[in-house]
């Protein structure tokens, strides 16, 4: 895994600027190979790229979101990536923006471009390219004020299965990944619930 930490300081306010980072389909006008980005529901987002000439489709989960302070992802399929974005006040019109990525180079160009800090370069302009978009509007184009609490990589989520819940009963709930064919016999002698 390739690893880039880098941060740049932009002259907003603090919400301002974590405002504009949770409009992720603004995100080509500032991410270089970033072609287009569709927010599916609260925490997943799907996204279109081409970078050195590859072009990509992948979906990733929001694991962590809080507002005014920081947005944690990783990619749910390939191409394995993962970061954090996260925000400090500097004053009231200043605010630092650090980010963390860390990803899986695939092709050869792509180890290369990590072993001699290609990556960390573009993460360092895209940052650049931040600060002029969210300086030059005067204002956010959006915001989510959400919160994702943390989710584990690679786990799932608990939903209430509907057709199990009658009038006036409590919801059951299964992984959203569980397969109820699958689930083991009760112990002889015990009756089962239909």
């Not at 180079?105 to 978009?133: N, T």
């Amino acid at each position: 895994m390739a690893t880039v930490q880098e941060s740049i300081e932009v002259n907003v306010p603090l919400s301002q600027a974590y405002n504009q980072w949770t409009q992720f389909e603004e995100f080509p006008h500032f991410m270089s190979g970033v072609d287009s980005v569709s927010q599916l529901d609260d925490t997943t987002v799907h996204f279109k790229t081409s970078i050195g000439g590859v072009r990509r489709e992948y979906d990733a989960r929001i694991t962590t979101q809080e507002p005014d302070q920081r947005v944690s992802w990783e990619s749910l399929d390939e191409p394995r990536n993962a970061g954090t974005v996260w925000f400090e006040t500097l004053g009231e019109a200043e605010t630092k923006v650090n980010v963390e990525l860390t990803w899986e180079p695939d092709s050869a160009a792509e180890k290369i471009g990590a072993a001699i800090g290609l990556d960390s370069r573009q993460v360092a302009a895209d940052l650049k390219k931040f600060k002029q978009f969210i300086e030059e509007r005067g204002a956010e184009t959006g915001g989510w004020r959400g919160r994702v609490d943390a989710v584990a990589p690679g786990a799932t989520t608990a939903v209430p299965l509907q057709e199990e819940v009658g009038y006036g009963a409590e919801p059951a709930f299964q992984h959203v990944d569980a397969d109820p064919d699958l689930a083991p016999e009760p112990p002889f002698g015990q009756d089962q619930q239909s």
